[in-house]
Each structure stands twice: as C-alpha cells, then as structure tokens.
C-alpha cells in the first residue's frame, strides 16, 4: 500500500485572510512539512522582501503550536486535521487511487450507497456523477448496447439513459433516427409532414439492448 504514497501528499496555496495579503503555500511530503510565505504590501519596506520558507520533520511540527494555530489561520482547521493525521501516519489511500480503478469499484455498491459516496468529497462528487460512471452502470446492467444507444447518450447523458424504460428509449431512438432521416435527404417542412412513423427502421435492437434491464 505504500507504493500508492505520492511526494507531496498534501500541497496548498493561497492568500491570507481579510487584512493579510500575503501569500501561503503549504506542503507536507513523505517526511517534512514545509512552510513558505511572500510579503505582499504597498510598502516600500517590504518590496525587496525574500519569500521565507521553514522546513520541519513530522515530530517537530506535531509539538509546534504556534505554526499548528498559523495554518489554521490561513487554511482552516480541515487543512489543519488532515496534516496531523499525515504526520501521525494515518494516509487516507481510498483517496489515493485513480479514478479508473475507483470507478470500477464505485460500480458495485448500490445506488443509494453510491448517492451517499458522492457527498462525503468534491473528488467523490464528481467521480459519481461523471458520464463515465453511468456509461459502466448502463453497461453493466444491460447485457448488450446497440451502437445507437452511446449516440443517443452524447446527447441526452448516460445518465438519462441509465433511468429511461424501455418504450421512452424506443421513442428517443425513432425520433433521432426520423431527424436524421430528415436531415440526410434535406426534406422541405412540407414534405417532412409526409414521414410517417411506418418509413422508421423497426428497433428490434433496442430491445435486446435494454434486455435484462429493470422496468
């Protein structure tokens, strides 16, 4: 589990609050935590100021308050709790893994399960509601996906697809096909008034697609 430790484990930047216009960048690596800042003032006396920069071990930083109270400060104490559980050795790997392979196994929990997921992290947020998830949702409930299926998806959103029924789906399927039937012989409106729904191709296709599929 180690391996899937990347240097920094945790980095963040920014300015300081209300009146303090410095700038802030904080890091922790597998072994250090840094601390760095940029004096940003109107005044002449700070202009040539050199960025200052202080580096401890984990140990060290976990006895000194002073630097704890200035990071919560800056970045707030969920910046602070997070930093002492790295330094203390707690590494939170779920976090850690890439987004492939947490979508693979995202897939597997129920969908209630996977609406409760989203809302414990921004990353966790989007990841649950991203199309790639519900493009392996679909197929992994259906036993097969007809081509005209993932075109119908670039426009509607696997996750349309995903709660479509069948016989919506159908619908969906026979209007884009009608529209591109349509814009294939580049009929006039009077003529398009002429297309019935008998000219469409039959969707047998869809049937299977969805086949297995819960109603």
Not at 30 to 37: A, E, H, L, N, Y
Not at 56 to 82: N, P
Not at 138 to 161: F, H, M, Q, Y
């Amino acid at each position: 589990m180690a391996s899937l430790l990347t240097d920094p484990l945790f980095e963040i930047s920014g300015r300081g609050p209300s009146t303090n216009k410095n700038y802030y960048n904080f890091v922790v690596t597998k072994t250090d935590v840094i601390w760095r800042w940029w004096m940003i003032s109107p005044r002449a006396v700070y202009r040539l100021s050199k960025p200052g920069q202080l580096i401890m071990s984990h140990e060290d930083f976990m006895e000194d308050s002073k630097l704890q109270s200035e990071l919560r400060t800056i970045f707030g104490y969920g910046a602070l709790k997070y930093t002492k559980a790295l330094c203390q050795g707690q590494y939170d790997y779920l976090e850690r893994l890439p987004d492939s392979l947490l979508l693979q196994i995202v897939n597997y929990l129920e969908l209630e399960d996977v609406g409760q997921l989203g809302r414990t992290s921004h990353r966790f947020r989007q990841l649950c509601g991203s199309e790639e998830f519900w493009e392996q949702a679909v197929r992994r409930r259906c036993k097969t996906v007809s081509p005209e299926v993932p075109a119908l998806a670039r426009e509607v959103g696997w996750r349309n697809i995903f709660f479509t029924n069948k016989l919506q789906l159908q619908k969906l399927i026979s209007r884009r096909r009608l529209r591109a039937e349509e814009e294939k012989a580049e009929l006039t409106p009077e003529k398009r008034s002429e297309i019935s729904c008998s000219d469409l191709k039959p969707v047998t296709e869809v049937e299977h697609t969805m086949e297995g599929r819960e109603h």
